[in-house]
């Protein structure tokens, strides 16, 4: 089916009218259950140098960090399953359903980790608990994705939707950030013997917690108009998601292999680098990394405002072209830094640039579809390209350490933006041509 096609046989149903407030109050219910999602998702990544060695007690800690970035990545291979199952979900049954099982899921892989004793009590058990959290984990966040980035992009309104919904990408980032809050405060509150002893088992307490608070919020969330003015009869299936849709899902899986390869490489795996190539201690990464995440944070709605001013497709392609031509400079400058500000400064150039695609990917993927199968056409080729290439990111940047070929890595991820700059070019500008047409 044409676009023409696809225009003209939307149903156009004006929304009844939002107030501010209640369009406010809409997006951050929305989104502070992403915000606990993402939380949940990066303790794992942010606690790993103190965890790995009770899992993984053999080898030295690169090895034991290569064995918890496996675990990591295993995660990500339960994405597209989550994905898949929770976009078919949202769209036959609405995107505050599938937000509310989503985080119930999380709520649950957050207390397994918490309570999964270590290698040295129940042995081979320990790291195979670690997985089924993970998986569990990984099959929540694939779906949180999709039905996320579709719920608030349908609610964010024609006039301002890229700087609205630039705000799944600001929570994502507040979860990560909230994250390595905890560690801060951890790391200056407990001795480093307490922090490897149970200290970090404290974050993962705090998830669950958080969670169950979100599932409250979730279930007063109002569902969006384009959900509830949806064509009748109109259902969301794979085989029509593939067959009437393909050039839209190939974009996104390009756009988001690119992103999501870049994405963890310079906030997850940073953290490693920081510690494990450019020699900072363990606090100072950590400090870095989250200054470097605050900057990144308040760029989102900037770039996403950018995006309503001057088309989607300019920014994005702007920001995938820039970091193209900058991740080998900064990647290899990083290692001679001795100043943390130094080091900030040249992370924060790197997400500064990601921005472009960050802040506007979630309305520009679900422009692309009509709302009857938007939550999968927007969850499934993302989480798919994020357990290819996201989900190795850490395994491949300590692989190529391990090898000897560091630089390796900053070569894959310049030529994966140098692809996905290309895609977007050549891609319609969302803006001009979104299927979100009832508000």
């Known amino acids: 089916m044409t676009l023409a096609e696809l225009q003209a046989s939307a149903p156009i149903a004006e ?12 997006i951050l219910g929305g989104s502070a259950g992403n915000l606990v999602e993402w939380y949940d998702w990066f303790a794992y990544a942010s606690f790993t140098i103190y965890f790995a060695k009770v899992f993984f007690p053999s080898g030295d800690p690169t090895s034991q960090l290569l064995q918890a970035a496996a675990v990591f990545a295993v995660g990500f291979l339960a994405r597209p399953v989550g994905a898949w199952i929770m976009g078919l979900y ?21 207390l397994m980790v918490a309570l ?30 999709g039905a996320s980035a579709t719920y608030l992009s349908e609610m964010a309104g024609r006039a301002h939707r890229g700087f609205w919904s630039s705000f799944q990408f600001v929570t994502l980032i507040g979860g990560q950030l909230v994250a390595l809050g905890v560690l801060i405060v951890l790391q200056h509150t407990l001795s480093p013997a307490a922090l490897e002893a149970w200290g970090w088992r404290v974050p993962f307490v705090i998830g669950a917690g958080l969670a169950v608070v979100v599932f409250w919020v979730r279930l007063g969330l109002d569902e969006s108009h384009s959900f509830k003015a ?28 690119a ?3 870049a994405f963890y490489a310079f906030t997850t795996y940073m953290q490693k680098f920081l510690t494990n190539t450019a020699h900072f201690s363990k606090s100072q990464a950590t400090e870095i990394t989250a200054w470097s995440l605050v900057w990144y944070m308040l760029f989102q709605p900037v770039c996403g405002w950018l995006g309503d001013r001057f088309g989607r497709r300019v920014v994005m392609s702007g920001g995938f072209g820039l970091l193209a031509l900058a991740t080998w400079p900064i990647l290899v400058a990083l290692p001679a830094q001795t100043s943390p500000f130094a080091a900030f400064l040249l992370i924060a150039a790197a997400l500064t640039c990601l921005s472009g695609y960050t802040a506007v990917n979630a309305v520009v993927k679900a422009e692309l579809f009509p709302t009857h199968i938007r939550a999968l056409g927007v969850a499934l080729p993302y989480a798919l390209a994020n357990a290819i290439f996201g989900g190795t990111a850490e395994y491949s940047a300590l692989w190529f350490k391990q090898a000897k070929l560091e630089q390796g890595f900053y070569i894959y991820v310049a030529i994966a933006c140098l692809i996905a ?7 319609r500008d969302t803006q001009a041509t979104s299927l979100i047409v009832e508000d």
């Open 15 to 26: 929304a009844p009218a939002l107030s501010p407030w209640k369009r406010l109050s809409a």
């Open 90 to 110: 949202a769209d036959r049954a609405g995107r505050r359903a599938a937000l509310t099982l989503s985080v119930s899921l999380m709520c649950l892989g957050s």
């Open 116 to 145: 999964i004793p270590g290698y040295d009590r129940i042995g081979v058990w320990a790291p195979a608990l670690l997985t089924t959290a993970r998986l569990v984990q990984g099959l929540s966040l694939g779906g949180e994705y």
């Open 230 to 257: 949806r064509e009748a009869g109109a259902r969301s299936t794979t085989l029509q998601l593939i067959l009437k849709h393909p050039v839209e899902t190939w974009m996104i899986f390009a756009l988001t292999a």
């Open 259 to 261: 992103g999501s390869l």
């Open 421 to 427: 700059c290309v895609v977007v070019a050549r891609m």
